[in-house]
């Protein structure tokens, strides 16, 4: 299984802030569209992502000032970029090496979705039960 067939089940919605908004503005832009990552983009350019996880490292190392602090400032950057001709089990090892959870998706050099590692494991899960079940019913036809 390939990126692109996550892409096509999940929808490649890609949501983005500025580097200057505020780290307050970022969290609500998350919340609303109930997501874990966001995009940052100086006008065409994705200079980073900001995630849940990035937020909460800028809390706890600047407390509640982290809020009123730029985007910029608690982004991951460079960014991680996966392809929708990507396997799914290397995007989840890159995933793993790499202890981030979620991956822009870019097709000649733009981005066309971003998927997490909850889209990566649901996607492997039914995958793995699509083969379960085959294999049952080959089982059982083998036996009849």
């Known amino acids: 299984m390939t990126v692109e067939r996550i892409l096509k089940y999940k929808g490649g919605d890609v949501f983005s802030v500025r580097p200057d908004h505020t780290v307050a503005e970022a969290a609500q832009v998350l919340h609303n569209r109930r997501i874990g990552a966001a995009m940052v983009c100086d ?25 009123t602090m730029p985007v910029k400032a608690l982004m991951s950057s460079p960014v991680v970029t996966c392809t929708p001709k990507d396997r ?22 733009t981005i066309i979705g971003m998927i997490s590692i909850g889209d990566v494991v649901e996607r492997r899960l039914a995958e793995k039960q699509l083969e379960a079940a085959v294999l ?9």
Not at 88 to 109: E, Q, Y
């Open 88 to 109: 799914v089990k290397d995007v989840m090892d890159v995933m793993n090496t790499r202890r981030i959870r979620h991956l822009p998706v870019v097709r000649d050099d």
């Open 43 to 67: 006008g065409q350019a994705c200079v980073g992502v900001l995630s849940e996880r990035d937020i909460v490292r800028g809390l706890v190392s600047h407390g509640g000032k982290a809020l």
């Open 136 to 144: 049952r019913d080959f089982a059982l036809a083998a036996s009849a």
